[in-house]
């Protein structure tokens, strides 16, 4: 089943939001692989919601999750 999950912008509280596989979800969960491996598909934009909607990140206030306009504003340092 495909489930929509968001992440709220810790800089302007704006949300984003992505879909995902809930099966791909619930393993990324549990075992804690790489989101690249589990999300191939996904931009890396949309796994940043990914990774912000981890279990061990959800109730963790230091990995904020930034949008893509504020990545933008920060600028590309490469
Ligand atoms: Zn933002």
Redesign the pocket.
């Known amino acids: 089943m495909m489930v929509m999950i968001e992440a709220k ?1 810790m ?4 949300s984003e939001d992505t879909t995902v596989d809930e099966k791909d979800m619930n393993r990324y969960s549990a075992n804690d692989g790489y989101v690249q491996t589990v999300f191939p598909e996904h931009t890396p934009a949309q796994r940043e919601i990914i990774i912000s909607n981890h279990p061990r990140n959800v109730n963790n206030p230091f990995s904020g999750f ?2 893509s ?2 990545w933008a504003q920060i600028g590309d340092p490469g």
């Open positions: 912008c800089a302007c509280g704006q930034m949008c306009d504020c």
